[in-house]
């Protein structure tokens, strides 16, 4: 039967917890700060990156614009925090993970290092996804769609936070098995629970797809199809998996 760790034998005072959690959080703030003071100088080079799908396929003779007098230096600013958060997240879940392991049973910590392992691949996958596929699907239909006599011509704050709401929503729904794989674990759900609810979150897919995406077809089906896709990779890794039952659950 696994056991606990020693360290949790013996129930540390909730100070000791809060000056852990502070520690860990204020590594987690340095290594965002320290990958933002790295790309800062390459602001535009990297808005300019970001920005490629879009510009690409801007009508001929159009360009993008800025509509206030601060956002050519303050939209570059903001992608470079953005981006520096998205690229710490494995120092931020690496501190989280070392925050909550010493409460784990050892077959909880060998289940949850390949899940965490695999989220972080997962987020950034999504965000490849939504770079190389859905921008520039997206961005090739906008401009098809323009009334006769409107010229299009894209501002660049709001063009960047389409961009970084599509970053993070894809990020987030690439999460889907890890989502699906930890309800069946934990006893939340069971397997042929939720195929008899797949329907229903099939039509929950859309909706969400909906939700986080601009009001267009494209983005919102290549939102919600990926979602249902892994989904069902979520169940089929979960079918390997039993419920999870903590050691002295169920008596003294």
């Known amino acids: 039967m696994s056991q606990p760790n020693q360290s949790t034998d013996k129930e540390m005072p909730l100070l000791a917890h809060l000056v852990e959690l502070r520690g860990r959080l204020l590594k987690s703030v340095l290594a965002m700060l320290l990958i933002f003071a790295g790309l800062i100088y390459f602001a535009n080079d990297l808005y300019l990156l970001v920005s490629k799908p879009l510009i690409a396929h ?15 230096f303050f939209t570059p600013f903001k992608l470079t ?8 997240m494995p120092v931020i879940l690496h501190q989280l993970w ?7 049973y050892q ?17 950034y996958t999504g965000m490849v996804f939504c770079y190389l ?9 906008f401009p098809s769609v323009i009334p006769e006599g409107i010229r ?33 674990w934990t006893g939340a759900t069971t397997v042929e629970s939720l195929r008899e609810k797949r329907p229903y979150l099939v039509v929950g897919a859309f909706v969400v797809g909906m ?4 009001p ?22 979960a079918l390997w998996l039993k419920p999870e039952k903590r050691p002295g659950a169920s008596s003294e």
């Open 98 to 104: 070392a925050f909550i392991a010493p409460a784990l």
């Open 211 to 214: 939700l986080l995406t601009p």
């Open 58 to 72: 801007l009508p001929e003779g159009s360009e993008m614009v800025s509509t206030s007098v601060i956002a050519p």
């Open 216 to 237: 267009d077809v494209i983005s919102q089906t290549l939102l919600a199809i990926p979602m249902w896709l892994l989904f069902e990779l979520g169940i089929i890794f």
């Open 152 to 184: 299009y011509i894209p501002d660049m704050t709001d063009s960047l936070d389409i961009m970084l709401k599509l970053f993070f929503a894809f990020g987030i729904a690439f999460e889907v098995p890890i989502a699906t794989m930890l309800l069946i």
């Open 133 to 141: 596929v859905v921008f520039p699907l997206m961005f090739e239909f």
């Open 107 to 123: 077959n909880e910590k060998r289940l949850a290092i390949p899940l965490l392992i695999s989220s972080i691949i997962l987020f």
């Open 81 to 88: 925090m953005v981006m520096s958060f998205f690229l710490s």
